[in-house]
């Protein structure tokens, strides 16, 4: 049985690492979830990183977070999120600070978004 070229095979997360899942399928709640899990799987493929570097940072914060059981994507999404931050910073590919930076972006947009999602009253 042959793949075609651009499928992806996403590498095993495992036992608390694993994502939340409907069907086999990893289940995102926000649109920003899907998007963090696209880049990590992205830079690994491109080989930016082994997965086990990801894998094993993961593994750490969900470890150091408590959250271990949780049901919540969100929850397991922002530890998903600081592992792979911690990751990029370590290897050096960017910086706490452009990491800030963006994340405050990435707010703004988020609630200018918001914002206009609900019609206000004046």
Known sequence: MSRSADARVIPPLEGA?????????P????????RAFGMVVHLHEAGVYPWD????????EID????????????YYRQFTAAFCRLLVERGIVTPEEIERRT?????AAEHE???DHPHEH
């Open 114 to 116: 918001h914002d206009h």
């Open 104 to 108: 405050a972006e990435e707010r703004k």
């Open 17 to 25: 690492a694993a994502p939340p899942r409907a069907n086999g399928e």
């Open 64 to 75: 150091a977070s408590g959250e271990q059981e949780s049901s919540d994507p969100a929850a």
């Open 53 to 60: 570097d990801f894998k094993d940072r993961l593994i750490a």
């Open 27 to 34: 289940v995102f709640g926000a649109p920003w979830q899907s």
